[in-house]
């Protein structure tokens, strides 16, 4: 025991020693976590999958500014702000005199990225839309085609997006409003019908247009009724600490070659110990170092994140269960670098294929690119990347609130990889003493 | 404690019985070691001498354990190295030709952890750390780090730590290379000072006025084979118009360049 043991403090000190070692596994990995999730807080804002800032102009003070006011807070996921209300349009969009946003204000503020959408509703457009109903409606009881009612004019609703908006958020901002609309629509054609037709049958009541015949709802899968999505800081913590935790393959196989080649290897060989408890220790040191990684990026999830505007990383109600994947994540990554050491016959050679490997791996494990974006080839190749295991397994108990059972297939894929390379690593090791 | 133990038990048997090795390499035409046998014994430094692909490596490789042999035994102080190797190795120490030491870790630090490895805890490892620094004259410097040294304290580190444990049989694969004439003078001293108190050694070496100073007996080999051997003088006396060992080894091995 005292032998592996020693062997475990040796690792810890050549590793603490190695700056350039400790840079690659500790500044990368919290870099990458940092700048990726703030990176992907902006574009899960551009595509509406995070609140997004509506700023709303609203020149008529009528009933479709209320409407659509009450429609979007209806739908969820938008912040309505009122130009001249707290947004300014941003440096260089000054305010009219009557302290309210210019229309050119708004489109430069979402031309610029501080809203995603803008909403001008020009002046009069309620009383607008009103008498062209009652047009319509006085066409219609004259036995008049409808084109008569075309002499006012076709009020005019301006919508403007972020650049960056991608179009399925666009279309769905559009629908929305159209529906809001159509909404008014009814609800006002109905109010001057009932009006128009009240001399024939006094005791009609006008609020049966807004009464609903269909009811539609959207519901989420979630265990146990939670209904979330991921945030960009559950996406990308889990994903690049799983990143960080297999670069380790850099210093191990790194160590494992400098072994052979400045022939410390040798006199190891020659020692009454067995080899078996030197590449133990090895793996004992290089998995306290993969969690201790895996607790620092954590740790920046839930503290240092939000101080950056992102959300707090929330880590599920099974923190036993997250302990075991990552501890089998953390294996089967010691075990890679394990393997690359073994079978690399040079520095060069490891350094350039452990990181290229595990950029590949990441690759398709969802790491950079989520799986389901992928075409359906590149999904099936996904299901053969450790990164992929781990990532599902902590997505499985960061987001959906899953716990052991649900993240067994997970855990056993990465111990099953791990004695898999473990194994390979001896067997190319055993051959190549035997000659 | 003494810094070497005496032999105690037995000593008309010899610390190291090499029998009839053979060792040929995957796609080799020739075999890297063909029908070795050699035997040393307490006290007795046994150079094994050879141009650069003779064999020496192999031989040293296969008789620590590090290679099998395809045919052949290896006894380690009575102890059949390949059926009992934990124990075997407790006998020997290695002083590769490479300096296999860390270079991040400071003297102190390399020989603690070979010494745990070799099994020495507490007390007694303090004390052999110390001691094996003291030996090659480095404990003042047992705090600084093997990379930061020079050449001949690399030289001289290498060395304490294949004597960490105070072995019966020492293997030293050309342990003086590329060091000072002062580095190289202290490593033959000490070696000189062991072989008095006992400790067996195979010695490999390209300088041949080292081996005549410090071999008892010399095997001369070539293409895997031992081509000559005895003690230096009785080699000499067996071909007159050799005036040295260099000359010697020349005749023996000839002159075409080994790449």
């Given at each position: 025991m005292m032998k592996l043991f020693s062997t475990v403090y040796k690792e810890l000190l050549l590793l603490f020693r190695d700056r350039a070692g400790l840079l690659v596994l500790f500044l990368m990995p919290a870099a990458l976590v940092i700048i990726v999730s703030l990176v992907q807080e902006n574009v899960l804002k551009t595509t509406g999958e995070i609140d997004v800032q509506v700023v709303l102009a609203d020149r008529d003070r009528g009933a479709v500014g209320d409407a659509i006011r009450k429609g979007l807070a209806e739908a969820g996921a938008m912040e309505i702000v009122e130009a001249g209300r707290g947004f300014?349009?941003?440096?260089?969009?000054e305010l009219n005199r009557d302290g309210k946003a210019d229309d050119a204000a708004v489109e430069n503020a979402v031309a610029h990225g501080d809203a995603q959408v803008g909403i001008i509703i020009p002046a009069g457009l309620t009383r607008n839309m009103q008498a062209r109903i009652d047009a319509q409606i006085e066409a219609a009881f004259a036995g008049?085609?409808?084109?008569?009612?075309?002499?006012v004019s076709l009020p005019e609703l301006r919508l403007y997006f972020d650049?960056?908006?991608?179009g399925s958020f666009r279309s769905a901002i559009v629908n929305a409003i159209h529906r809001i609309i159509l909404m008014m629509e009814m609800e006002m054609k109905a109010g001057a019908f009932t009006g128009a037709v009240r001399s024939f049958v006094?005791?009609?009541?006008?609020?049966?247009?807004?009464?609903?015949l269909l009811d539609l709802r959207v519901e989420r899968t979630g265990r146990g009724g939670v209904e979330k999505l991921p945030t960009s800081v559950q996406q990308n913590v889990p994903a690049w600490a799983l990143f960080g935790m297999f670069f380790i393959v850099v210093p191990l196989s790194g160590a494992l070659i400098r072994e052979r080649e400045d022939g410390t290897q040798t006199r190891l060989l020659t020692l009454p110990v067995s080899y078996g408890i030197l590449l133990m220790g090895k793996v004992i040191a290089y998995v306290f170092i993969c969690i201790v990684q895996f607790g620092i990026i954590l740790l920046i999830g839930i503290y240092v994140l939000p101080l950056m505007g992102t959300p707090v990383l929330e880590i599920g109600s099974s923190p036993e269960a997250v302990a075991v994947i990552v501890l089998s994540a953390a294996l089967a990554a010691s075990g890679y670098g394990i393997a690359i050491g073994v079978f690399s016959g040079t520095y060069e050679q490891a350094s350039m294929f452990g990181p290229v490997s595990i950029v590949i791996a990441a690759a398709l494990g969802g790491?950079?690119?989520?799986?389901?974006?992928?075409p359906e080839t590149m999904r099936e190749i996904s299901r053969f990347s450790p990164l992929a295991w781990g990532l599902n397994g902590l997505t499985e108990l960061f987001?959906?609130?899953?716990d052991m059972i649900s993240v067994l297939p997970e855990i056993a894929y990465l111990l099953l990889f791990a004695a898999g390379m473990l194994g390979a690593a001896w067997i190319g090791f055993s051959r190549r003493r035997r000659f | 404690m003494a810094i070497l133990k005496p032999f105690?038990?037995?000593?008309?048997?010899?610390c190291l019985v090499a029998q009839d090795l053979k060792k040929r390499y995957p796609?080799?035409?020739?075999?890297?070691?063909?029908d070795l046998s050699l035997s040393v014994h307490a006290g007795e430094i046994f150079g094994l001498l050879g141009p650069n692909g003779a064999g020496k490596t192999t031989a040293i490789s296969v008789m620590t354990g590090l290679l099998r042999p395809d045919a052949g035994a290896v006894h380690i102080c009575g102890i059949d190295l390949f059926k009992r190797s934990k124990a075997a190795r407790k006998f020997f120490g290695l002083v590769p030709?490479?300096?296999?030491?860390?270079?991040?870790?400071t003297a102190r630090e390399n020989l603690r952890y070979f010494g745990r490895l070799y099994g020495l805890k507490g007390k007694q490892l303090k004390e052999r750390v110390a001691e094996s620094l003291s030996i090659v004259g480095l404990s003042d410097r047992?705090?600084?780090?093997?990379?930061?040294?020079?050449g001949g304290m690399k030289r001289r580190a290498n060395l304490s730590a294949g004597l960490l444990h105070s072995p019966r049989l020492l293997f030293l694969d050309e342990?003086?290379?590329?060091?000072?004439a002062q580095s190289r003078n202290m490593i033959l001293e000490r070696l000189l000072e062991m072989r008095e108190k006992g400790v067996a050694m195979i010695y490999t070496t390209h300088y041949m006025e080292e081996a005549q100073t410090l071999c008892s007996r010399i095997a001369v080999m070539d293409e895997g084979r031992i081509v000559a051997h005895g003690s230096p003088a009785d080699l000499l006396r067996g071909y007159?118009?050799?005036?040295d060992l260099g000359a010697l080894f020349l005749h023996l091995t000839g002159k075409r360049l080994r790449d």
């Open positions: 300014d349009g941003g440096p260089g969009r008049k085609p409808a084109s008569e009612a075309e002499n650049p960056l908006a991608q006094p005791e009609m009541s006008d609020d049966w247009g807004s009464g609903r790491i950079m690119v989520p799986v389901y974006v992928m987001v959906r609130e899953g | 105690e038990e037995n000593e008309e048997e010899p796609a080799a035409e020739k075999p890297a070691i063909d030709q490479e300096i296999a030491l860390y270079p991040n870790l047992a705090h600084q780090r093997i990379r930061t040294f020079s342990p003086t290379v590329g060091i000072d007159p118009e050799c005036r």
